[in-house]
């Protein structure tokens, strides 16, 4: 019992405290270093996002691993650690998109009447269609390799559904042909096609949504 009250009390030999001393500087060494690689590794996964986004943007709508890893300067083997695919990749994208638009999807809406607000949100839509829309014909290129990117694709056309119900007056919304109407007009896939395949101005594309907006809102009915 002595001897067991004797080494709780005294403490370390001196031997033992010059180990430890030893120890604690060699942890002091590899904790800077461990810090450099982690951080290298996050501006090296980053760069990979951004490049992907970037070819997207300039109009690459399907680019390959090896595209991205000549652009952001780095090698193939590092592409696909920081990504075990190219699924994975987009996947990131998706959280970055997400983030941007997140702003624009509170933006307050002030009509005084739910016809008002209808019209006013073509607004918003336009500015987060224009800004996500290479983005999501990629998307669509990819849908059939990638469960996730099936899934975020029907996960936006829910979500723009629910926005426009939100505005709608209940006994409106229960008009299941005007609000399908509605939401066809008011759908990224339309602004897509103003946009590219008929090639008009964001301007031009906006006024035609509310031109066809404003006719549907003109014959509703409720149920």
Same mark, same amino acid.
């Given at each position: 019992?002595?001897? @067991? ?5 005294? +403490? $370390? ?6 180990? =430890?001393? +030893?120890?604690?500087?060699?942890? /002091? ?6 810090? +450099? ?48 695919? @190219? ?11 997400? /983030? ?7 933006? #307050? ?21 224009? #800004?996500?829309?290479? @983005?999501?014909? =990629? /998307? ?17 056309? #829910? ?10 007056? $209940? ?5 299941? $042909? ?23 101005? =964001? ?5 035609? @949504? ?7 809102? /003109? ?5």
């Amino acid at each position: 019992m002595e001897t @067991m009250q004797e080494n709780f009390t005294k +403490g $370390p030999t001196q031997p033992e405290t010059a180990e =430890a001393c +030893g120890q604690a500087q060699d942890q /002091a060494v590899e904790h800077p270093k461990l810090d +450099g690689r982690l951080n290298r590794s996050v501006v090296t996964r980053n760069k990979i996002v951004e490049t992907l986004t970037t070819l997207i943007l300039e109009g690459q709508i399907s680019p390959t691993a090896e595209q991205v890893a000549l652009r952001a300067n780095v090698g193939l083997r590092t592409v696909f650690r920081h990504f075990d695919n @190219m699924d994975a990749l987009y996947r990131e994208i998706s959280i970055d998109v997400d /983030a941007q638009i997140k702003p624009l999807l509170q933006a #307050r809406l002030d009509g005084q009447t739910w016809q008002e607000r209808v019209v006013q949100s073509i607004a918003v839509r336009s500015e987060i269609y224009d #800004r996500t829309a290479a @983005m999501h014909v =990629a /998307a669509q290129v990819h849908r059939h390799e990638s469960v996730y990117l099936t899934q975020n694709l029907m996960e936006s056309a #829910r979500l723009q559904r629910d926005l426009l119900q939100r505005l709608l007056p $209940p006994d409106v919304a229960h008009n299941k $042909p005007f609000l399908d109407a509605l939401d066809l007009v008011l759908s990224f896939e339309s602004w897509i096609r103003l946009r590219r395949e008929q090639s008009l101005s =964001a301007t031009e594309a906006t006024a035609v @949504m509310e031109l066809t907006v404003k006719a549907l809102l /003109a014959n509703v009915t409720t149920v």
